[in-house]
């Protein structure tokens, strides 16, 4: 129960309903002792290996469809103690050794286990998209000011060879986001496939850039010992040499697929979370500061609680250094019809992604395209379906300003 004083002098009483929930966050690192329990008890039924492709892919969006919202928000005056309460980030603490322990079951299965090519390929998909919620936990960490969590942050990530996230994310993309030059904030028309092409290089050399100049500030060198990028691939590359020496050589084909879709899996959560929107831009050429409008929002209960409260984007981007369980919802944010597994199904095919929220793109810039981030190479379709700017009222039809 956390009690606080309003500004007029009431006392306030908040008992977080979702504070054991979070638990529920540890989830998909069980789905690998899970999935090798199903095959063994069914007798080492190869099919049981599309377990962790269905819980991302069906039961997720499923539980989000049967539990729904959440759009309940903590009151101010109790935010900043449920910050201070160790209880949450004790929890993220507890997730990285979890992660790591899950990501070691399943290469032990992987590589003691006879499995059809099909199998593996399942296996190394499935991980690879669960696995790949340890940026999420990167994410929250990164975004702390203290070294041990931010240390953590960087363990973490690299559990999937994605050691340049924190220093891309903080320095670029929450710079950058929902911005043409923005690699990391997809365009109205632009698939997630095209999107991938553009944000997976794009990051990873203003990553790269980030980390040189931040080391250049410190007189040091990019092959420094100091290079935090440097270092998180070391660790990645050093788990990945036990595990092959560990499991032979069919690890390589495994280990690559699921550290790329784990890379992927977070390509898609920044495709849903920006699409198609776009900061103004002011007559001085500097961009408007960032408000919750400029990020796509969900309050679906089941995956928010898995994913950190990720899917409250909205909030976070207004608010980097506000923690996970304190983020709010807001009234007439742009909202995802789905929360984000269900919106990863959407977006996988396009055609569907396109009906969906191209019309929502154009509803959120009030029929006008010029206020959408439109991808160039779809720039004429859209316009012709979409475009209908408000006209500016002729000059004798203006009411005139009180004197």
């Known amino acids: 129960m956390f009690t606080a004083e309003s ?35 069914s ?43 160790p209880f949450y980030r004790r929890l993220l603490h507890v997730a ?36 790949g919620d340890v940026l999420t936990i990167g994410h929250e960490l990164g975004h702390k000011t203290n070294s041990t969590d931010r240390r953590m ?31 990391a904030s997809a365009r109205m028309g632009e698939s997630v496939y095209r999107f991938a092409g553009r944000e997976l290089p794009g990051t990873f050399r203003r990553g790269l850039e980030q980390e040189r100049r931040r080391l250049a500030t410190r007189g040091k060198g990019f092959w420094s010992f100091e290079n935090e990028i440097l270092q998180g691939y070391a660790l990645t590359a050093l788990v990945a040499v036990v595990v092959i020496l560990a499991f032979g050589p069919k690890m390589i084909p495994f280990l690559a697929i699921h550290h ?48 950190f409260h990720l899917q409250r984007h909205s909030d976070h981007h207004a608010n ?5 369980q304190s983020l709010r919802n807001f009234p007439d944010l742009p909202r995802l019809p789905s929360g984000y597994p269900g919106c990863y199904a959407l977006a996988a095919i396009p055609p569907l992604w396109f009906a ?10 009030g029929g006008d395209l010029d206020r959408a981030n439109v991808a160039p190479h779809a720039r004429d379709r859209l316009y012709r379906r979409y475009h209908q700017p408000v006209e500016a009222p002729q000059a004798e039809d203006r009411v005139p300003a009180a004197v």
Not at 104 to 129: H, I, R
Not at 320 to 324: F, N, Q, T
């Open 7 to 41: 500004a007029d002098g009431r006392q306030i009483e908040y008992r977080d309903g979702k504070r054991h929930l979070w638990l529920l966050s540890l989830s998909l690192a069980l789905v690998a002792p899970v999935t090798v329990g199903i095959f063994f008890w």
């Open 43 to 85: 007798g080492g039924a190869p099919v049981a290996t599309l377990f962790p492709l269905a819980y991302i892919y069906l039961i997720v969006p499923a539980l989000d469809l049967v539990f729904g919202e959440d759009p309940y928000n903590p009151p101010e005056e109790i935010a900043p103690l449920m910050a201070d309460d």
């Open 96 to 131: 990285v050794p979890i992660f790591y322990a899950s990501f070691l079951v399943v290469c032990w299965f992987v590589g003691t286990t006879d499995l059809p090519w099909w199998s593996m390929l399942a296996l190394a998909w499935g991980f690879g998209a669960l696995h």
């Open 153 to 183: 942050a960087q363990i973490v990530n690299s559990l999937i060879g994605y050691g340049h996230f924190c220093i891309e994310h903080n320095r670029g993309h929450h710079v950058w986001v929902s911005t043409p030059e923005d690699p």
């Open 260 to 307: 790329f879709v784990g890379w992927y899996a977070l390509t898609q959560a920044n495709y849903v979370e920006h699409y198609g929107l776009k900061r103004a831009k002011r007559a001085d050429g500097r961009y408007e500061p960032v408000a919750p409008r400029h990020s796509w929002n969900t309050n679906h209960i089941v995956s928010n609680l898995m994913l």
């Open 320 to 324: 980097p250094l506000r923690p996970y």
């Open 356 to 365: 969906v929220m191209d019309r929502k793109v154009a509803d959120w810039a």
